[in-house]
């Protein structure tokens, strides 16, 4: 989805996948957090069968491009997304110290994209 919330790259997996990446990164950086203090992600695929092989190749260089190590826990599921010409929906939990964002200190901060 782009930042007015509407519907982007429709049909095109690949590219609903890495800006999903993208809005979750900027979603961080608002909080004051970073990819590395992800600790759980969810993706939920419209059509695992035919979508997790690209899925897996583009977690991979994204994870690797973060440096991330180790990597968060993460868990795939096939699902009816909420909108039909959403293809990729993606949750991600942070824990991170509130001095450096806006939840209380240690607590749990769970962002969807």
């Not at 429709?10 to 809005?23: E, L, S």
């Not at 897996?56 to 826990?73: M, Y």
């Amino acid at each position: 989805m782009d930042e007015c919330g509407r519907s982007i790259h429709i049909g095109d997996f690949r590219a609903q996948t890495w800006r999903t990446y993208q809005n979750i990164t900027r979603l961080l950086e608002a909080e004051g957090a970073t990819w590395k203090d992800i600790v759980r992600t969810t993706c939920y695929l419209r059509d695992i069968e035919r979508d997790y092989e690209a899925f897996n190749e583009i977690r991979t260089q994204f994870f690797q491009e973060q440096g991330l190590d180790p990597l968060p826990a993460s868990t795939g599921i096939q699902a009816i997304l909420c909108r039909p010409d959403l293809l990729i929906e993606m949750e991600a939990m942070a824990i991170f110290d509130s001095d450096r964002g806006t939840g209380k200190n240690g607590e749990e901060q769970k962002i969807a994209a």
